[in-house]
């Protein structure tokens, strides 16, 4: 569900399409990104309970590719995989990019994301209900804590991101 | 102790001559020891049958059954209030309580009984009610047999009766508006009784045809009928006193002959569970409340002896 | 006894601070086990984080509600003592109880703690609430969502104590307390497990059409059009067939959410002494503007002011909504 890119990826925005991206350069990145979260937000993990155990798949329907999440403190797994060749999973998110930041930083609420349909998911619903309630206790922003990372160009990235999807409600949850 | 076989209130809107019929069949032929009175879903109900209920009661006292007039199970209106005082302040007939309205006029330590609307759950409210003159209880249909054990059990200390649905659909809500006068349109206030049309419950299918639930004015039963036939046996082991038959559109002297057959040992469990099947009545049995299970399930025979 | 106190929701630790900053008077809220009626995956607090929460109410003027409004089922009693026990180290305000087995044990050891009536007592009537007062010492009723204003009005007249009504959000529809619906489809209870359509028995598939089915356990509970939005996933908000209407239909209601917003001043005038927001399940988000549109509308109609209604009103974000039963008996 950490589904922030960061810089080098930000690079790479203007000629996003349906072509298979190089996802390798991705990847420590993204293990980063999860480490420092689990860090900073410990609590986020425990209320996960028995799903820490739970592999999610993330799929970024206007991006080339979905994010394999398994939220496991003692070996975390975020990672770019490519839509043809999803890992083996029990539960589904599917949604834009600008929904899904919606949802983890808790701009806009869960239910009325799903009910609106704007949100897809699948699988084992009870995983996906227990990430969204877990997110939802993390205060402040998790996307400005991932952003910040990558120090003004992540926040600029980040920016640029949230931009990209202009209908979407939380285009203005970073002002 | 074999349990007692008791006939619940007729949950259905049937016309009063229907009824009259039906109580008159259950005095003559019924191998029932209690029968409950009276309306306990629909208060507009009531005008219907109430003033039959003195000779019906007669007629099954003379058949050598003992009589409870049940109350409503939902009180809100000036009419549903006053029935409630009024069954309170009465002498005439043992009653069952179905609502905390009616507990509110009780006399300090008068005997009544308490019904299934009533959510006891467990040990500590039989406890409760037993102190303010409760002297039998029935318990939700949800409630799992691994709960009724301890409430048998302290049941049994504290001397009084306890009771379980054994057949007939599960009641699995009650809403303030009625869904059958929502189903054509109307309003409870204007309902012109359109459930007298459904005398065993009006249907609702899912979207994919299957049989799910039935509706009966305020109240939701389950498609399927209970049947705990099987676990009567560990029933009467557990201390439970009575066996309660809910009346359904179907032959209920037969129903209650299978089930009178199993208590009294004349029959066993694998027997009187044939019986029933034979019966082939139109909805399917269930027993999943009972073992901890999805209600609509029907668990089989062996895995309710380890119970 | 002042009245317009706002009873606020959280299922999390953030979500009490967020109540509690954005105006909240109270908040409700429950362990992480089935003495609580949202007994969800993900939600409600630990002991420590519910004290933690008391501290931060506290400090803030604000209380909190211990929801200990499920049916212990025999056997299983020891758990709501526990919570009961714990609700008074942790120095809860309240307790918002049901079964008459856990209202009388702490009545008993702890008669100075106040006790509120949980909507899944079903307690309709003047009767049925002078019961629990009488016996148990109740301080407050939380009415079911099924009276009018003036039927309303007349219950106060004759009870011993206050009337909490709930204003906002989901809007039950069976009484509350008496619901096995769940428990048919699934085998988890929600009076004995504090849960109602638990996510793990949820499932929604897409057929090639692109219509969505809602399932829970075995049954479909509704299925949706292409372009049409998905509805909860409980029974009672589902739509199913039957001769009279063959083509499917809301059975019970049409997806709809309860907004009184309107009704605040007739609310307050009837002595309703509490307004309560539902949806611990929901997130901060809705938390967040929820008690702040709320807040804002009571101080304006305490102050003499008309409230800002429109506000209220584009909250339910599209969902129609209705005023349900405390407007006209037709509802019923």
């Known amino acids: 569900m950490m589904n922030i890119l960061p810089e080098p990826l930000a690079r790479h925005l203007p000629s996003l399409s349906e072509a298979p991206v190089p996802l390798l350069p991705l990847q420590p990145l993204l293990y980063r990104i999860v480490r420092r979260v689990a860090r900073e937000h410990p609590e986020l993990f425990e209320r996960l309970g028995k799903h820490q155990r739970t592999d999610f798949v993330i799929d970024l329907t206007d991006m080339p590719f979905a994010l394999h999440l398994r939220p496991y403190p003692p070996s975390l797994i975020l990672r770019a995989v490519r839509r043809d060749r999803l890992p083996r999973h029990k539960a589904s998110i599917a949604g834009d990019f600008a929904t899904l930041l919606g949802l983890l930083d808790a701009e806009v609420d869960g239910d009325a994301i799903f009910f609106s349909r704007d949100l897809v998911i699948g699988g084992d619903t009870e995983a996906v209900v227990t990430l969204r309630n877990a997110l939802d206790d993390v205060e402040g922003s998790i996307a400005d804590t991932v952003a910040s990372m990558f120090g003004p160009a992540g926040r600029l990235a980040l920016n640029k991101l949230a931009a990209r999807s202009r209908t979407s409600p939380t285009e203005d949850a970073f002002e | ?307 | 006894m002042t009245t317009g106190e706002l009873v606020c929701p959280a299922g999390t630790p953030a979500a009490l601070r967020t109540a509690v900053d954005a105006g909240a008077d109270s908040i409700y809220c429950g362990f992480q086990n089935a003495t609580n009626a949202r007994n969800f995956p993900g939600l409600n607090f630990t002991p420590k984080e519910l004290g933690e929460a008391v501290q931060y109410a506290h400090a803030r003027s604000a209380k909190v509600l211990l929801a200990l409004n499920s049916y212990p089922p025999a056997g299983k009693v020891a758990l709501w003592r526990e919570a009961a026990d714990l609700g008074a180290a942790l120095d809860v305000d309240a307790y918002i109880v049901a079964d008459m087995g856990v209202a009388r044990y702490i009545a008993e050891t702890q008669p100075d703690r106040r006790l509120h009536l949980s909507v899944q007592a079903a307690a309709a009537s003047p009767d049925a609430i002078c019961y629990y007062v009488r016996e148990f010492g109740v301080k407050r009723v939380v009415l079911p969502r099924i009276l009018t204003i003036p039927e309303i009005r007349e219950i106060k007249a004759e009870i011993p104590c206050e009337i909490e009504t709930f204003i906002f959000g989901n809007h039950g529809l069976m009484v509350e307390g008496r619901c096995s619906l769940t428990n048919y489809a699934t085998g988890l209870s929600t009076n004995m497990d504090g849960v109602c359509s638990p996510a793990h028995l949820v499932e929604y598939a897409k057929d090639d059409a692109g219509n969505l089915s809602t399932r829970l356990g075995p049954f479909t509970i509704d299925r949706f059009g292409p372009q049409e939005s998905a509805g909860y996933p409980t029974i009672c908000k589902g739509r199913y067939c039957n001769a009279a209407q063959p083509k499917g239909y809301y059975a019970f209601e049409e997806p709809i959410s309860l907004n009184l917003s309107k009704l605040l001043p007739d609310l307050m005038d009837a002595g309703v002494t509490a307004f309560k927001i539902e949806g611990r399940q929901r997130s901060r988000a809705y938390v967040k503007k929820v008690v702040a549109a709320f807040r804002e509308a009571v101080d304006d109609i305490r102050a003499g002011r008309a409230p800002k209604l429109a506000d209220l009103a584009a909250l339910t974000e599209g969902q129609k909504q209705t005023e349900g039963a405390f407007k006209t008996k037709k509802w019923r």
């Open chain 2, 1 to 307: 102790m074999q349990p007692r076989l008791t006939l619940g209130p007729i949950q259905y809107f049937w016309n009063a001559d229907a009824k009259q019929d039906f109580y008159a069949r259950i005095a003559d032929e019924a191998p029932v020891d209690t029968v409950y009175l009276g309306e306990v879903i629909c208060s507009k109900r009531q005008p219907f049958f109430d003033d039959r209920i003195a000779e019906m009661a007669e007629r099954l006292t003379r058949a050598g059954k003992r009589v409870v007039h049940s109350g409503l199970a939902e009180v809100m209106l000036k009419r549903e209030r006053k029935a409630s005082r009024d069954m309170a302040m009465q002498d005439e007939l043992e009653f069952e309580v179905n609502n905390a309205a009616g507990l509110f006029h009780l006399a300090e330590g008068q005997p009544h009984r308490v019904g299934p609307y009533m959510n006891v759950y467990n040990e500590e409210t039989l406890a409760w009610m037993v102190t303010k003159g409760a002297t039998h209880v029935t318990v939700p249909p949800e409630l799992p047999g691994s709960s009724v054990a301890v409430m048998a059990e302290a049941a049994t200390r504290l001397g009084v009766g306890l009771e379980v649905q054994v057949f007939g659909r599960a009641c699995l809500a009650t809403s303030a508006r009625c869904y059958h006068a929502r189903a054509y349109g109307r309003t409870k206030d204007n309902c012109q009784f359109v459930c007298e049309e459904h005398p065993d419950g009006m249907e609702l299918n899912t979207r994919q045809g299957e049989a799910f639930l039935r509706v009966n004015g305020i109240q939701t039963l389950s498609h399927s009928y209970v049947n705990l036939v099987a676990e009567i046996p560990a029933m009467a082991a557990m201390g439970v006193t009575d066996l309660r038959l809910m009346p359904q559109s179907v032959d209920m002297v037969a129903v209650a002959r299978i089930f009178d057959d199993l208590r009294a040992g004349r029959v066993g469990a694998e027997e009187a569970s044939a019986a029933l099947d034979a019966m082939d009545l139109a909805a399917p049995f269930s027993n999943g409340f009972w073992h901890g299970e999805a209600g609509h399930r029907r668990i089989a025979v062996k895995a309710a002896a380890l119970v």
